[in-house]
């Protein structure tokens, strides 16, 4: 089902540029760190029963990073400051803005480990968390760009590729499936996570008139 035309000029706000067919696909900076600082901060004593204070601490350790320098300086056909619905979210933004169809990998997808496990006590796809700490990117060659963060210290991955057609589709591991158009932030799904529920189709800046 395509995007109204009031939900599609609500997305393009959320991407600069947009990306070409053979554009590499990548991601800087850990994904869903903005929830996982969310969860510790609300859920502080319930992840103390499992989680030592050292673990929790390195969990909302903040991702010092200024990519606006490092993207000055390559070749990018699109950018995304993923938020709300998540990485995933993002992904898939930045694909229907620009009209392509994408082949990407979950597991390439840089996420730290107190994020998996802290999501896994909520049942929570970080993948689909609150990811204000990372950037999404694509350009013309990713690797290039992903050795330019790395060399700034900055964990970086090409996750994949966008292609001709409307195909969006998500690798993990062996299976393979269809990248699903995004729903609402894994983070509403909590008692104080309300605030971050759209009321429009999809998580973004301008919910209310996200509707098609």
Same mark, same amino acid.
């Given at each position: 089902? %395509? /995007?109204?035309?009031?939900?599609? #000029?609500?997305?393009?706000?959320?991407?600069?540029?947009?990306?070409?067919?053979?554009?590499?696909?990548?991601?800087? *900076?850990?994904?869903?760190?903005?929830?996982?600082? /969310?969860?510790?901060?609300?859920?502080?004593?319930?992840? $103390? %029963?499992?989680?030592?204070?050292?673990?929790? +601490?390195?969990?909302? $350790?903040?991702? !010092?990073?200024?990519? $606006?320098?490092?993207?000055?300086? #390559? %070749?990018?056909?699109?950018?995304?400051?993923?938020?709300?619905?998540?990485? /995933?979210?993002?992904?898939?933004?930045?694909?229907?803005?620009? *009209?392509?169809?994408?082949?990407?990998?979950?597991?390439?997808?840089?996420?730290?480990?107190?994020?998996?496990?802290?999501?896994?006590?909520?049942?929570?796809?970080?993948?689909?968390?609150?990811?204000?700490?990372?950037?999404? /990117?694509?350009?013309?060659? *990713? @690797?290039?760009?992903?050795?330019?963060?790395?060399?700034?210290?900055?964990?970086?991955?090409?996750? *994949? !590729?966008?292609?001709?057609?409307?195909?969006?589709?998500?690798?993990?591991?062996?299976?393979?499936?269809?990248?699903?158009?995004?729903? @609402?932030?894994?983070?509403?799904?909590?008692? +104080?996570?309300? @605030?971050?529920?759209?009321?429009?189709?999809?998580?973004?800046?301008?919910?209310?008139?996200?509707?098609?």
């Amino acid at each position: 089902m %395509k /995007l109204g035309q009031k939900a599609m #000029e609500i997305l393009q706000k959320e991407i600069t540029g947009k990306l070409c067919s053979g554009d590499d696909l990548v991601v800087a *900076g850990p994904v869903g760190f903005e929830g996982t600082v /969310l969860l510790v901060r609300n859920e502080k004593d319930f992840l $103390r %029963k499992f989680f030592s204070e050292g673990f929790l +601490w390195n969990a909302v $350790r903040e991702p !010092k990073f200024d990519f $606006r320098e490092i993207i000055r300086e #390559e %070749k990018i056909s699109a950018v995304c400051q993923p938020g709300t619905g998540g990485i /995933l979210a993002a992904i898939w933004k930045m694909a229907e803005v620009s *009209g392509v169809g994408l082949r990407a990998d979950l597991r390439k997808i840089p996420v730290r480990q107190e994020t998996i496990e802290i999501c896994e006590h909520f049942d929570l796809d970080p993948y689909k968390l609150l990811a204000g700490g990372c950037i999404l /990117l694509g350009c013309p060659d *990713g @690797q290039e760009t992903v050795s330019a963060f790395m060399e700034a210290g900055i964990r970086a991955a090409v996750i *994949g !590729k966008a292609v001709q057609g409307n195909d969006r589709l998500l690798k993990s591991g062996e299976l393979t499936r269809y990248l699903e158009r995004p729903s @609402q932030d894994e983070i509403t799904k909590l008692p +104080w996570g309300n @605030q971050w529920k759209s009321s429009g189709r999809i998580p973004g800046k301008d919910n209310q008139e996200g509707n098609i």
